[in-house]
């Protein structure tokens, strides 16, 4: 039984039935790569994963550390040790962005506000932050201001790392984080991530392009076509894909080679 299991999930997003069966097992110390062209379901099974009401499960099974992940609220899941970084991330004016950290991961550590040894302290707060923000080439500005406010679109991508960094997942659902970024945030991303993989997380990188894979090296890639995982292998399968794109499967002209600054994700 792998960590991570999903079988023959079924996911319809306003009635249509988006994924059709998509079976998938990813244990802790791996890093498996979804790649698939625009309109495939990628997103639909990132948001299915951690619970968006709008995507309704309509079959199979999502177990985590042999919990029925699909009875958990949204916030349960995260606290199993599941996290997603969106697609496109959420502006919150209003809360800054250590504000924001802080509370999750009290929230986390089963800090309810009433036992204040639970609480971390500033000085754990600015330890943990401050590897993850180097790599990532934040300064300490970010931390003061309001989640994603004015963010491009590379700030708003790297500011899910630092959150995955700080709550230190055991699963990890990166959705398009690559797309849209300049080829110096795709580094920046890349290098985060490759500093948390380790035997206690699971990866799953879904993009559209190859290229964050020549930085972030998967175990295992798949090919997600029409709500369907079409092919399964080791990185060879991304490296094909990248001379022969997804034509094979009836899809034109998608170039998966390319990866910066093409999605409409930088603002
Ligand atoms: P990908 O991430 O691979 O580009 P998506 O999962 O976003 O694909 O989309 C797959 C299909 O589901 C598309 O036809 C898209 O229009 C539809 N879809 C996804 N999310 C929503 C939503 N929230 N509301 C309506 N349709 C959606
Ligand atoms: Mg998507």
Do not use: C
């Not at 080791?234 to 080679?257: F, M, N, R, S």
Request: zero cysteines; glycine letters at 10%; aromatic letters at 6%.
């Amino acid at each position: 039984m792998a960590d991570f299991e999903i079988r023959d999930l079924r996911v319809s997003v306003e009635g249509r039935e988006i994924l059709k069966g998509v079976t998938l097992d990813v244990d802790k110390g791996q890093v498996h790569a979804v790649m698939g062209p625009n309109g495939s379901g990628k997103s639909t099974l990132s948001q299915a994963l951690m619970g968006h009401p709008a995507y309704e499960v309509t079959g199979g099974e999502v177990r985590f550390k042999g919990v029925n992940v699909l009875e958990l609220a949204p916030d349960e899941r995260a606290r199993l040790g599941m996290y997603l970084a969106f697609q496109y991330p959420t502006v919150v004016p209003g809360i800054t962005m250590a504000n924001f950290l802080r509370t999750a991961l009290n929230a986390k550590r089963g800090y309810d506000g009433k036992d204040k040894t639970k609480a971390i302290t500033p000085k754990e707060f600015r330890a943990l932050l401050k590897d993850s923000m180097h790599t990532l080439r934040m300064d300490d500005s970010f931390l003061s201001r309001y989640i994603n406010d004015g963010f491009s679109g590379g700030e708003k991508k790297r500011a899910e790392i630092l959150q995955m960094a700080v709550l230190k997942p055991e699963i990890a659902i990166l959705d398009e984080t690559d797309s849209g970024l300049d080829i110096d945030s795709i580094k920046y991303v890349s290098e985060a991530v490759n500093a948390l993989r380790g035997p206690e997380l699971g990866v799953l990188i879904i993009t559209h392009y190859t290229r964050i894979l020549e930085h972030v090296k998967p175990d295992f890639v798949h090919v997600l076509v029409d709500g369907r995982i079409v092919r399964s292998g080791g990185p060879e399968v991304a490296d094909q894909l990248e001379t022969t794109g997804y034509a094979e499967w009836g899809v034109k002209e998608e170039p998966v080679a390319a990866g910066q600054l093409s999605g409409q994700e930088e603002a």
